[in-house]
């Protein structure tokens, strides 16, 4: 299957072109699909739960993504959203895995999501 830019995909807007590009104000689910989008653009394959708490420990961040060699979990909140202890605790422990990428992201970081992703 080809990969198709977010906008073709009929999910959320095209990415930013331009790196230094910064996003307005959007809600948790909004940003998460604008990462997913980009994420799938880009060739990763991407597990989301949509509430640790009710299917694991609570804390595993919302976004697993992989692209061989790479392994990638990232946290995402809205630019107010509050970040638990459980999901600190969590992400310190992922850390500490060699060959794990742990990442949290708010709107403010696209550059650095799409520096992570490309």
Known sequence: MTPRSPAAAGKGT?????AGTTLPPMSEKAWQTRVLDYARFKGWRAIHHPDSRRVTEAGLPDLLLVRPPRVVFA????TSGVIRPAQI???AKLKLCPGVETCLWRPADWPAVMETLA
């Open 14 to 18: 095209a990415a930013p072109a331009v």
């Open 75 to 78: 946290e995402l909140k809205s």
């Open 89 to 91: 605790a969590m992400l």
